[in-house]
Protein backbone atom coordinates (compact mmCIF):
# COMPACT_ATOMS: atom_id res chain seq x y z
CA UNK A 1 0.00 0.00 0.00
CA UNK A 2 1.66 3.36 -1.07
CA UNK A 3 1.56 5.94 2.13
CA UNK A 4 3.09 8.91 2.97
CA UNK A 5 3.18 9.97 5.99
CA UNK A 6 4.37 13.61 7.40
CA UNK A 7 5.32 14.46 11.22
CA UNK A 8 7.32 17.50 13.11
CA UNK A 9 4.74 19.91 12.98
CA UNK A 10 3.41 22.11 16.10
CA UNK A 11 2.70 24.98 18.10
CA UNK A 12 6.18 27.59 17.31
CA UNK A 13 6.88 31.64 18.43
CA UNK A 14 7.81 33.67 15.40
CA UNK A 15 11.26 33.31 14.29
CA UNK A 16 11.20 29.52 15.73
CA UNK A 17 12.52 26.55 13.51
CA UNK A 18 10.77 23.22 12.23
CA UNK A 19 11.99 20.37 10.79
CA UNK A 20 9.13 18.24 8.73
CA UNK A 21 9.36 14.60 7.50
CA UNK A 22 7.91 12.90 5.04
CA UNK A 23 8.32 9.19 5.54
CA UNK A 24 6.98 7.11 2.43
CA UNK A 25 6.13 3.07 2.36
CA UNK A 26 4.69 0.74 -0.18
CA UNK A 27 6.62 2.38 -2.50
CA UNK A 28 10.79 4.20 -3.02
CA UNK A 29 11.01 7.67 -3.60
CA UNK A 30 13.89 7.50 -5.56
CA UNK A 31 12.24 8.20 -8.70
CA UNK A 32 10.10 10.65 -7.39
CA UNK A 33 9.70 14.45 -7.34
CA UNK A 34 8.17 15.20 -3.47
CA UNK A 35 6.24 18.34 -3.26
CA UNK A 36 5.45 19.90 0.12
CA UNK A 37 2.52 21.70 -0.16
CA UNK A 38 -0.14 23.51 2.50
CA UNK A 39 -3.39 25.05 3.50
CA UNK A 40 -4.50 27.42 5.03
CA UNK A 41 -7.86 27.60 7.30
CA UNK A 42 -10.64 29.11 3.99
CA UNK A 43 -7.82 28.95 1.82
CA UNK A 44 -6.33 26.90 -1.42
CA UNK A 45 -3.65 24.38 -1.29
CA UNK A 46 -0.56 26.51 -2.11
CA UNK A 47 2.80 24.28 -3.37
CA UNK A 48 5.59 25.53 -1.02
CA UNK A 49 8.27 23.18 -2.21
CA UNK A 50 9.81 20.57 -4.69
CA UNK A 51 12.41 18.29 -4.74
CA UNK A 52 12.74 16.48 -7.74
CA UNK A 53 14.39 13.02 -8.14
CA UNK A 54 17.81 14.43 -8.62
CA UNK A 55 18.00 16.37 -6.01
CA UNK A 56 17.08 19.82 -7.66
CA UNK A 57 15.15 22.02 -5.43
CA UNK A 58 12.37 24.87 -6.29
CA UNK A 59 10.95 27.17 -3.33
CA UNK A 60 7.67 29.31 -3.53
CA UNK A 61 8.71 33.05 -3.29
CA UNK A 62 7.02 33.51 0.09
CA UNK A 63 9.45 30.50 1.73
CA UNK A 64 12.72 31.36 -0.27
CA UNK A 65 16.10 31.64 1.70
CA UNK A 66 13.94 30.01 4.94
CA UNK A 67 12.87 26.68 3.85
CA UNK A 68 15.12 23.91 2.72
CA UNK A 69 13.93 21.08 1.25
CA UNK A 70 16.17 17.97 1.04
CA UNK A 71 15.72 14.19 0.78
CA UNK A 72 17.57 10.54 1.61
CA UNK A 73 16.60 7.99 -0.88
CA UNK A 74 18.32 5.60 1.49
CA UNK A 75 15.54 6.17 4.52
CA UNK A 76 12.77 6.31 2.09
CA UNK A 77 12.01 10.34 3.61
CA UNK A 78 12.16 13.90 2.52
CA UNK A 79 12.03 16.68 4.88
CA UNK A 80 11.05 20.42 4.97
CA UNK A 81 13.96 22.51 6.81
CA UNK A 82 11.71 25.43 7.90
CA UNK A 83 13.51 28.98 9.68
CA UNK A 84 12.62 32.16 10.68
CA UNK A 85 9.22 31.25 10.78
CA UNK A 86 6.32 33.99 10.60
CA UNK A 87 2.76 33.76 11.34
CA UNK A 88 1.54 33.30 8.20
CA UNK A 89 3.26 30.05 7.81
CA UNK A 90 0.50 28.28 9.39
CA UNK A 91 -1.05 25.77 7.58
CA UNK A 92 -1.26 22.29 7.64
CA UNK A 93 1.41 20.57 5.37
CA UNK A 94 1.21 18.03 3.42
CA UNK A 95 3.77 16.22 1.49
CA UNK A 96 2.99 14.68 -2.21
CA UNK A 97 4.18 12.33 -5.00
CA UNK A 98 4.44 12.74 -8.50
CA UNK A 99 6.46 10.62 -11.25
CA UNK A 100 6.94 13.22 -13.77
CA UNK A 101 9.39 16.78 -12.76
CA UNK A 102 8.79 18.95 -10.19
CA UNK A 103 6.18 21.68 -9.88
CA UNK A 104 3.90 23.24 -7.22
CA UNK A 105 0.68 22.62 -8.61
CA UNK A 106 -1.32 20.16 -6.48
CA UNK A 107 -3.32 18.52 -8.97
CA UNK A 108 0.19 17.54 -10.58
CA UNK A 109 0.40 15.28 -7.84
CA UNK A 110 -0.64 11.96 -7.70
CA UNK A 111 0.22 10.45 -3.52
CA UNK A 112 -0.61 12.28 -0.56
CA UNK A 113 -0.28 12.63 3.29
CA UNK A 114 -3.01 13.20 5.91
CA UNK A 115 -0.73 16.14 6.93
CA UNK A 116 0.81 17.73 9.82
CA UNK A 117 -0.42 21.14 11.29
CA UNK A 118 2.12 24.31 11.64
CA UNK A 119 0.76 26.95 13.91
CA UNK A 120 3.45 30.00 14.49
CA UNK A 121 2.35 32.68 17.00
CA UNK A 122 3.45 34.40 20.08
Known amino acids: QVQLVESGGGLVQPGDSLKLSCAAS????????IGWFRQAPGKEREGVSC???????YYADSVKGRFTNSRDNAKNAVYLQMNSLKPEDTAVYYC????????????????WGQGTQVTVSS
Open 51 to 57: ISSDGST
Open 96 to 111: AATPISCGLVPREFDY
Open 26 to 33: GFTLDYYA
